[in-house]
């Protein structure tokens, strides 16, 4: 299982980017959600991965 958090803003972000986000369960700036370790998971992190920070 992964832990991954929101650290930055999506007011000033692409809607494609706040979808993916949405899509990982965050909706608050400093929420953490604990997602599975798989591939789709990982390429939804890299597409945002400037947004998130992700704690094994």
Known sequence: MLKVKL???LI???TAQR???AALGLRRL???RELPDNP???GM???V???VE???
């Open 45 to 47: 992190i890299r597409k």
């Open 7 to 9: 650290i930055k803003s």
């Open 12 to 14: 000033t972000q692409p």
């Open 54 to 56: 992700v704690v094994r």
């Open 40 to 42: 789709c998971t990982w």
């Open 49 to 51: 991965q400037h947004l």
């Open 19 to 21: 979808k993916i986000v």
């Open 30 to 32: 400093h929420q953490v």
